[in-house]
């Protein structure tokens, strides 16, 4: 059966490679290709976070197992150990069940009451996203340019992963841009992550990839404002630098901002339009990466029973 795959970034491609691999004809259509998407821009760390749904931590435990098993053999996606220090003393969150090595930081730095440290999956997103389309090729699904104002209706089942897109083709008001900045700098011999709680609108990381670290960030409500701003990537270096001061002399290689697609909670359902059956899946906020494989699960699951 032809199933149509609207959107190409991380959420639209495992969707569509879950699907291709189980038999379906896939094509996917998209505005922008997987390099030119908020996706590629993302650090992408395995963290949930500015997602919300009761489905959300099923999702997360479910990706998480699965990059950690591709982590054996796809060079894009690594296992890191890293440490996340806290404002203020945190339970553990529900999720962090599936962290096998989940530690409290003995004594976090000053400004910080609070911390943990974990190993987690980070993944080189365009590295990862190249690796998604040959998954997709491989098993017969094909991925072309094109915007659509409205959903196609050329086959049966047509799969909505548009992201902030969804707006226009969902007409649904409630997904909202929350921007993020960040560089990168060239690899100085960081292996370890490092996130800060820095507050609502200024978040700090520093996640080291193969060839470069990428260095973050902000989180602005609201902000459609996809032009770097050079007053921003100061504060978010002196940030960062006070946390892992080696930053100071790395040489930054590019600024990037991404808007992440933002939603009171993570639409994924299936739904009778005329004579298709639409599947939304969007509004994946900070976690598009850290839930895909869960989703693309449901995904395929409501493909079937559709
Ligand atoms: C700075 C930053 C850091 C981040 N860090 C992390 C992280 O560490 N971990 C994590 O899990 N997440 C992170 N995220 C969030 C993550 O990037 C997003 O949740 C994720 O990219 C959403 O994926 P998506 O596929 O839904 O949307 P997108 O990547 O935006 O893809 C949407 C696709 O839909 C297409 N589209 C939209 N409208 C139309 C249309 N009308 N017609 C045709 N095609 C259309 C687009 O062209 C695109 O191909 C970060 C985001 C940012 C900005």
Redesign the pocket.
């Known amino acids: 059966m032809r199933v149509i795959v ?7 491609l495992s969707c569509a490679v879950r699907l291709a691999e189980s038999g379906y004809d896939v094509a996917v ?6 390099l ?4 590629a ?7 949930p ?1 500015q997602s919300a749904g009761d489905r959300v931590a099923g999702w997360a435990r479910t990706t998480y197992r699965e990059f950690a098993e591709l982590a054996e053999s796809e060079p894009s996606v690594r296992l890191r150990h890293g440490k996340e220090y806290l404002l203020e003393p945190t339970p553990n969150p529900v999720w962090a069940d599936v962290l096998t090595d989940l530690e409290r930081v003995g004594s976090p730095p000053p400004g910080f009451r609070d911390g943990w440290s974990f190993t987690t999956p980070v993944v080189e997103m365009p590295l990862y996203l190249r690796y998604l389309v040959k998954r997709l090729e491989a098993a017969g699904g094909t991925l072309n340019r ?4 409205a959903l196609p209706n050329t086959a049966p089942i047509v799969v909505n ?5 969804a707006r ?2 969902a007409q649904d008001p409630t997904v909202t841009p929350v921007r ?3 560089f990168t700098v060239e690899q100085f011999g960081l292996t370890e992550w490092l996130m800060a709680d820095n507050g609502p609108e200024e978040l700090c990381y520093v ?1 080291p990839r193969s060839n470069d670290v990428v260095v ?2 902000t989180s602005q409500p609201g902000d459609w404002n996809l032009a770097v701003d050079d007053k921003t990537a100061g504060s978010i270096l002196d940030r960062a630098t006070a946390l892992v001061p080696q930053l100071r002399k790395a040489k930054i290689i590019k600024h ?1 901002v ?4 933002a939603r009171p909670s993570v639409r994924c359902e299936s739904v009778r339009t005329g004579d298709r059956q639409v599947i939304h899946c ?1 509004g ?8 895909s494989w869960g989703c693309a699960d449901e995904v395929l699951a409501l493909v079937q029973s559709a």
């Open positions: 609207v959107g190409a970034g991380v959420i639209g259509f998209a505005r922008d290709l997987p030119e998407t908020t996706s821009v993302s650090a992408a760390i395995w963290y976070f094109a915007a659509f104002s992963c548009t992201g902030l897109g226009l083709t993020g900045q960040v996640v973050g960030g990037r991404g808007l992440r697609p969007y994946h906020g900070g976690s598009g990466m850290t839930l």
